[in-house]
Structure formats: structure tokens, C-alpha cells
């Protein structure tokens, strides 16, 4: 997607008022793959030999979903992403090591607080190695990000007020995405949390008096 259609995406197009996040719905993640995968896919990510080999562990995964019509899209440090050759809506996150499987796990709740202006998990498998998540476009460069960054400024400073949330500013803008007809979503986010506001208080004086 180039800057002229992610410009296009925004603007030539109404932004839903009073999006209805909790309506998305998918059909199970079982439609796709089978359970016998997830076993499959969770002794790769737990194989203490294969950590030492993280790209035959990623090729090992591939061969999996391969056979079901998946392509991976993305590697990341601990979570592979892979994209579905028949159903553009969702994308599969697989965790290949305990943090990425709890990562997953904590997606599934940290939705809850950051919702609308976060991607949908639909699904995570009991081992919480494979999550199956709403797919938007995700922003490719920093020439995208600029054109939405005043709209992602706003959700982090208004609507994201009182959240501890990492890796959400201009040094990560690989982790937004624009969901079509709506406009700036957060891609990752294990680690979200509510602070009190009651229990804030600045200990540092001002030296101007």
C-alpha cells in the first residue's frame, strides 16, 4: 500500500461513528487449521534444541501452515504472522517460545482496554500458541506513518489517557495499522495496563518555585 492509498483510505471514506468492536466476529480458527497442528506448531515453539536455531524453528512452522494456505507475512522476536490465501480478514500470530505465547494470551484481555483502537483478537488456542487476529493494513514505512500520526498522537494522548502501553510511539510505527474505514489501529500489544490515577503524584519540585 503506497502513501496516495493509505491517504485514500482515510479520507475518501466516512469514519464509523460508534464502531461496534465487540460485533466483529470470525468463524472458529479450526475451519483452517486443525488441532493437530497446534500440537505441532506448540513442540516446535517448546523444542529446547530448535532455540538455538530460531530460523529452522521459523521453517519448521512454515511447512505447517503451508498445507493449509498460509504465507508468513512477518517474523517478529518472539510471534510469527501469517496471512491466509483465501480469507484476507484474519491472520494468524503464532508464538514460538513461552513469551510469545503468552503474548498472545495477553492480547486476547488487553483488547478489552484499548478497544476500538486496536486490532480484534477473535481467538486464542488453549496453549496459546496460535491467536487468530482481525487483519488490517499494516503501515509500511515512516512516510504512512507521518500521514496518520496526528491521528494516532490523539488515541495515544485522549483515548488511550491512563494505559501503560509499550512500543506505541514514532520509534514503533511498524505497530499501527489502518483498518479500512476507520482509520489508526494498534497491531501489537501484550502488556496494557490501567493506572490510578488516585495514586499519581509528582515528588519533584518545581525549582521556579
Not at 502513501?3 to 468463524?27: A, C
Request: hydrophobic letters at 40%.
Amino acid at each position: 500500500m503506497d502513501r496516495e492509498g493509505v491517504i485514500q483510505m482515510l479520507y475518501n471514506k466516512p469514519r464509523v461513528v460508534g464502531f461496534q468492536f465487540d460485533k466483529l466476529w470470525h468463524s472458529s480458527m479450526l475451519n483452517y487449521i486443525s488441532q493437530s497442528d497446534i500440537g505441532e506448531i506448540l513442540s516446535i515453539s517448546q523444542s529446547a534444541k530448535l532455540n538455538a536455531q530460531p530460523l529452522k524453528k521459523y521453517q519448521m512452522v512454515d511447512e505447517v501452515l503451508r498445507k493449509r494456505g498460509f504465507t508468513r507475512l512477518h517474523a517478529g522476536t518472539n510471534r510469527l504472522v501469517y496471512k491466509n490465501e483465501y480469507d484476507s480478514s484474519f491472520c494468524l500470530k503464532i508464538g514460538i517460545d513461552k513469551v510469545g505465547r503468552e503474548a498472545n494470551v495477553g492480547e486476547y484481555h488487553t483488547q478489552n482496554i484499548l478497544k476500538p483502537f486496536c486490532t480484534k483478537v477473535f481467538e486464542v488456542s488453549q496453549c496459546g500458541t496460535v491467536a487468530m487476529v482481525e487483519r488490517v493494513n499494516a503501515l509500511k514505512n515512516r512516510y504512512q506513518f507521518e500521514d496518520v500520526a496526528d491521528i494516532i498522537f490523539n488515541i495515544i494522548i485522549v483515548q488511550f489517557a491512563g494505559i501503560v502501553l509499550e512500543d506505541v510511539g514514532t520509534n514503533f510505527f511498524l505497530n499501527w495499522g489502518i483498518r479500512d474505514g476507520f482509520g489508526p489501529v494498534v497491531l501489537d500489544f501484550p502488556y496494557a495496563y490501567e493506572a490510578d490515577i488516585s495514586k499519581m503524584k509528582c515528588i519533584q519540585k518545581n525549582s521556579l518555585g
